[in-house]
C-alpha cells in the first residue's frame, strides 16, 4: 500500500513539473539573442511589452484576490454578528420551595419531604446578668437625675 502510494505521489510530482514546464515555454519562448543593434533593441522593446503585460496580469490577478479574501473577512464578521446578536430572555425568579418543586417535576411520585427547617436543631440563647443590666438601665434621663443628686452631694 506505501509502494503504490509512494509510486502515485512520484508520478504526481512529474506530471506538475511537466505541466510547468509547458506554461513557461509558452509565456517565455527561448532567447534568441541577435548581434546587431537595432534587433537588440526591438528585442528588448517586445521583452518590455511582454514584462507590462505580464505586470499588468499579475496585479488584476493580485485585485481579484484581495476582493475575495476581503469578501470572506466580510461574511466571517456577519457570521461572528449573528452568532453573538442572539440575546438570551431573562428567567423570571420564581419562589418555590424544594416540595412543591419536585412535586412538579416528579409528579405523584413525589413522597419525600424535605422541609429543611425542620430538621434543624433548636439552640436556646443564654442571657447574661451584664446583658440585663445594661437593657434594665431604661429612660436616660432618670439616669442624668440619679447623678445630678449625687453632685449636688459633692457641691454641698
Known amino acids: 500500500m506505501l509502494t503504490v502510494a509512494g509510486t502515485l505521489l512520484e508520478a504526481e510530482a512529474s506530471t506538475k513539473a ?3 514546464e509547458k506554461f513557461l515555454a509558452g509565456k517565455c519562448p527561448p532567447l534568441d539573442l541577435p548581434y546587431a543593434r537595432d534587433e537588440l533593441l526591438e528585442l528588448c522593446k517586445t521583452l ?8 499588468e496580469e499579475r496585479y488584476c490577478i493580485e485585485f481579484k484576490l484581495k476582493m475575495v479574501l476581503d469578501e470572506v473577512k466580510d461574511l466571517n464578521i ?3 454578528d449573528l452568532r453573538g446578536k442572539f440575546k ?3 428567567l423570571k425568579k420564581v419562589r418555590m420551595s424544594a416540595d412543591a418543586m419536585l412535586k412538579a417535576l416528579l409528579g ?8 429543611l427547617r425542620a430538621n434543624l436543631k433548636q439552640v436556646k440563647k443564654e442571657v447574661k446578668e451584664e446583658d440585663k443590666q445594661l437593657r434594665d438601665v431604661g429612660d436616660w434621663r432618670k ?5 445630678s443628686d449625687r453632685k449636688k452631694m ?3
Open 154 to 156: 459633692f457641691d454641698s
Open 78 to 80: 456577519k457570521i461572528v
Open 108 to 115: 405523584s411520585k413525589h413522597t419525600v419531604n424535605m422541609d
Open 143 to 147: 439616669n442624668i437625675e440619679d447623678k
Open 88 to 90: 438570551r430572555p431573562r
Open 18 to 20: 511537466d505541466e510547468r
Open 48 to 55: 518590455h511589452e511582454q514584462i507590462d503585460a505580464s505586470e
